[in-house]
């Protein structure tokens, strides 16, 4: 049985900082490429950033510079740093695990950007 769990999430200042973690079980975690999206309230959807198996990683342009992501193969966990956030950051946080044929998704974890 395949498991993606994030957690990490909360309400922060904008400015701050928060780790998101994805916790993954009952795949070869070295073998698929891992990733974080986002939910807005009105359900639109952004990719936010990818790492590949290999270790390659790509951001959105709104992200650049203040997000980073990271593996732990060892772990079977997958991490976004988030700093410097902004209002804007508020969403669903997903991560999403995917190989050719095969796509898993966790539950999310709400981010909330406010003062």
């Known amino acids: 049985q395949v498991q993606l769990v994030e957690s990490g999430g909360g309400l922060v200042q904008p400015g701050g900082s928060l780790r998101l973690s994805c916790d993954a079980s009952?795949?070869?975690?070295?073998?698929?490429?891992m990733y974080w999206y986002r939910q807005f309230p009105g359900n639109q959807r952004e990719l936010v950033a990818t790492i590949t198996s290999a270790g390659r990683t790509n951001y959105a342009d709104s992200v650049k510079g203040r997000f980073t992501i990271s593996r732990d193969n060892a772990k079977d966990t997958v991490y976004l740093q988030m700093n410097s956030l902004k209002p804007d950051d508020t969403a669903v946080y997903y991560c999403n695990a995917y190989k050719p044929g095969f796509s898993y998704w966790g539950q999310g974890t709400q981010v909330t950007v406010s003062s």
């Open positions: 009952g795949i070869i975690f070295g073998l698929y490429a």
